[in-house]
T-cell receptor, first 115, second 117 residues
């Protein structure tokens, strides 16, 4: 079974600062995907960024980037130039590769961006 | 982009009654849909995988007879909470996979807050 661990229940930074959210996972699979999802107060799940495990290059999406360390089973999210709208719960998630598969979520990190 | 519509957004019911939640893919067909439950300030936990035309696959610890899932068409899956009790109060979210790969086009509904009195 796969597990995803987010060790930071809460984080708080000032607007425009850079913040890094941590995520580690455990799996015996070799082919899989990793995701970061954002859940704002509306509770709609929003995909932030995703990474294919077989790709060594770290994924980036505008202000969001990841540091994917496959050997260490680490998948951290860096948010640059943080904005007030980034305030939300952030979930790291794992998915096995191969057809439609379920997502296994971490516990979440509540991120607050202060003005 | 593809949209997954989930209804109702919130529902309040009396203990012992049944509640049906719909998850509909609006502009794509989804062979597989997933149902998650989220308690306050907690993460999403998978309840079951819904497969069109076949029985749902339930996660360990989820009561099949209590949480009835029907995936009668490629665009609609329903979750019925039978004989609801206060401990069933939670936020229920569905997701649907457009591409069938799990990676490229996975979409979430907006969720349903169930409150059982």
């Amino acid at each position: 079974a796969q597990t995803v661990t987010q060790s930071q229940p809460e984080m708080s930074v000032q607007e425009a600062e850079t913040v890094t959210l941590s995520c580690t996972y455990d799996t015996s699979e070799n082919n899989y995907y990793l995701f970061w999802y954002k859940q704002p107060p509306s509770r709609q799940m929003i995909l932030v960024i995703r990474q294919e495990a077989y790709k060594q290059q770290n994924a980036t999406e505008n202000r969001f980037s990841v540091n994917f360390q496959k050997a260490a089973k680490s998948f951290s999210l860096k948010i640059s130039d943080s904005q007030l709208g980034d305030t939300a719960m952030y979930f790291c998630a794992f998915m096995k590769r191969g057809g439609a598969q379920k997502l296994v979520f971490g516990q979440g990190t509540r991120l607050t961006i202060n003005p | 982009g593809a949209v997954v519509s989930q209804h109702p957004s919130w529902v309040i019911c009396k203990s012992g009654t049944s509640v049906k939640i719909e998850c509909r893919s609006l502009d794509f067909q989804a062979t597989t849909m997933f149902w998650y439950r989220q308690f306050p300030k907690q993460s999403l936990m998978l309840m079951a995988t819904s497969n069109e035309g076949s029985k749902a696959t339930y996660e360990q610890g989820v009561e099949k007879d209590k949480f009835l899932i029907n995936h009668a068409s490629l665009t609609l899956s329903t979750l019925t909470v039978t004989s609801a009790h206060p401990e069933d109060s939670s936020f229920y979210i569905c997701s649907a996979d457009e591409s069938g790969t799990g990676y490229e086009k996975l979409f979430f509904g907006s969720g349903t807050q169930l409150s059982v009195l």
